[in-house]
């Protein structure tokens, strides 16, 4: 039995996973992180539009601050996030950018004087101070008050995620590539690492750790068709589920992008609309404004999807052999503004569709693109449950996203979330020892051998290709943008029958090392978990919020339904997770629940969000001379590390 003892495990070599790394490395606890692949090919890198941050230097941010980006974040959710998670991010978020431009991010930069932008379809002439000249310039994204995503061209992922490997690598961090951690090691409410397998040799090796951190990004690959990269399979979340102790939040919450190409699914970033392109129909008509006649294609992502399908629905989409679909037109942005600052998605439309954006047309819809649920976490970044165990980025639920992310405060995030739970678990590995016994991880070790060894040998059974292609064509058809009781009836009812199957595995390939075969054997079982917890937490939500979306339940019902959908799978042998939740409560909120702004407003609204509101304008009366740095930590106190406490800088405002 190879063991590995180490202070701080990182599973995961995307931005998040690598941020933590650093934050614990930097307090003087060996780290090691574990990566699928190697670390600069991470799905990180697919990131395209931008990072959100109130650094306010662009002239359509001036006034930009926290509350601000608060206020929208919070909006954004549709009230379902944790709003101390929400302040933590804001106000941590311009030291994170400041940081790796430090680092060695490249962030684009304004230029003083004039220049021409597309703003509503027509071009605008702005100018940007010259005081501002060489700050971070930043672009406009939806659901946003100001312009506040900060960006590299459309290649911010990938600036960022090279920057953060070269960090790691600058100060030493191992990071252990071709490695995936099948389950975690526990004992008696605490984790103490993961039992890993070498995907090229096929050698199981116990890494045990004082603290261990799930970065394994999102599950978009429980989808037939999706944004998200060939890696991104929940098995992070998966092998936290089935400890049967930690927990799981809003895995129903699950967000489409309203403009990946068609038919493969490949992002065209929202930085296309935040530059000025349009949505346009197969008559050529923008149809965004007679649905939102305010933020028109910069709505919410949810909103701007969820219009897309209901006009197509009116027999408005374009027809093709790959389905119906709509137009985003970035011509109007002209070749120079492309080629400089959309050049990703010229090449994407180059080498897939064939076509010069900067002439034609790119054919778009929705496709699912961002996991808002994952491992439940405090907003440490603990597991509320399982003591030692963290999660950052993606695969978590820290909650800053509730029912809905903007955009740009994903990939903010990672490197946030990064610094803050990163801290965390610094402290975590400073006041625990390491106290497991080795027959605890053998026990571990033994359990997922035998596994493996039933799948080597088994002579008949299911195919794993075939189990994930039907599950994949369940969650699109059943537990898409809009859903419904009986579609995720059925999508429950089928997935519990896929359950079975897969516990009935077989290989023609059965060899233990380098054998991918092996690999979805087992994978697959515990992504149909996954998915069972996506369409069983929706078939119980009735309400629509967010990027969940009931057409048999359209209202928010905040009176009902402001909680968060907390999941367990505690039986291997169950068929349904068990669900329970956890209200959010208004009394603590620093913006109580309103409406987000968009249509009809259809809120049940909860009996205490007009308590919370009396006494919010009581406390301001009560304090006519507060700051809003005082009055922010009157109404919501937050646990942030100190290192992070101290005020932002702005021009033309210094830390006011």
Known sequence: ?????????????????????????????????????????????????????SLGACIKGDGDDEEIHFGDTVRGSDWGCDQDVARMFVNTA???????????????????????????????????????????????????????????????????????????????????????AIALIHDDGVCYGAVVRDLITGELIAYVAKATTVATGGYGRLYAITTNSVISEGIGNAIALETGVATLGNMEAVQFHPTAIVPVG??????????????????????????????KELASRDVVSRRIIEHMRKGKGV????????????????????????????????????????????????????????????????????KGLFAAGEASCWDLHGFNRLGGNSVAETVVAGMIVGEFVADYCAENTLNVSGTTIEHFMKQEEKKITDLLTREFGENPFELKT???????DDVGIFRNAKDLEKAVEELKVLNQRAKNIALRNRISSSNPELVEAIRVPKMIKVAQCIAYGAMLRTESRGAHSREDFPERNDKEWLKRTITTWKDDDADLPEITYEDLDVMKMELPPASRGYGVDNTVHHPDTAKREAQIEEIKKANPGADRFKLQELLNPIPIP???????????????
Not at 643 to 654: A, L, V, W, Y
């Open 642 to 656: 100190e290192k992070f406490k101290g005020k932002n800088e702005r021009i033309g405002r210094g830390f006011k």
């Open 319 to 386: 027809a093709s052999r790959y389905g119906d679909h709509i137009w985003l037109d970035i011509t109007l942005l002209g070749r120079k503004h492309i080629e400089k600052n959309l050049r990703e998605v010229k090449e994407i439309c180059e080498y897939f569709l064939g076509i010069d954006p900067a002439k034609e047309y790119i054919p778009v819809r929705p496709t699912q693109h961002y996991s808002m649920g994952g491992i439940r976490t405090k907003a440490t970044g603990e597991s509320s449950t399982l």
């Open 94 to 180: 311009p030291k994170a950018i400041r940081q790796l431009s430090a680092w060695g991010v490249p962030w684009s930069r304004v230029k003083g004087g004039d220049r021409d932008v597309i703003i509503n379809g027509k071009k605008v002439t702005i100018t940007e101070k010259q005081e501002a000249h060489g700050l971070i310039s930043s672009r406009d994204f939806g659901g946003t008050k100001k312009w506040r995503t900060c960006f590299t061209s459309d290649g911010t992922g990938h600036t960022m995620l090279y920057t953060m490997d070269n960090k790691v690598i600058q100060l030493g961090i191992p990071v252990h590539e071709r490695k995936e």
């Open 470 to 476: 039907q599950m994949q064509k369940i969650m699109m």
């Open 1 to 53: 039995m190879k063991v590995i003892y180490t202070d701080s495990l990182v599973i995961g070599g995307g931005l998040a996973g690598l941020r933590v790394a650093i934050a614990s490395m930097q307090r003087g606890f060996d780290t090691i992180v574990l990566s699928l692949i190697p670390a600069k090919r991470s799905h990180s890198a697919a990131a395209q539009g931008g990072m959100q941050a």
């Open 266 to 295: 490949i992002l065209t970033t929202e930085g296309c609309r935040g530059d000025g392109g349009l949505l346009l129909d197969k008559d050529g008509y923008r149809f965004m404004p007679d649905y939102e006649p305010d933020k």
